[in-house]
């Protein structure tokens, strides 16, 4: 969930490996496995999971 959580707000994986004390190589690890369970095919389908599930979202405004 933790990690659904930070592909909602809009972390990159540097960003999101940090915040979950990871290196980002377990990271993809751990992304690779949701995906596989929840049978979705990017990190997208994830987040559109989470967002249809209620799951409280941030996004976070990137500067251009």
Same mark, same amino acid.
Do not use: G, P, Q, W
């Given at each position: 969930l933790d990690i659904i959580l930070c592909l909602c707000k809009n972390l990159s994986d540097e960003e999101m490996a940090k915040e979950l004390e990871m290196t980002e190589d377990a990271l993809e690890a751990h992304i690779a496995n +949701?995906? =596989?369970? =929840?049978r979705h095919k990017?990190?997208?389908g994830l987040i559109f999971?989470? +967002?249809h599930k209620g799951y409280e979202v941030s996004w976070r405004a990137e500067a251009c």
């Open positions: +949701v995906l =596989t369970k =929840t990017n990190r997208m999971e989470a +967002v």
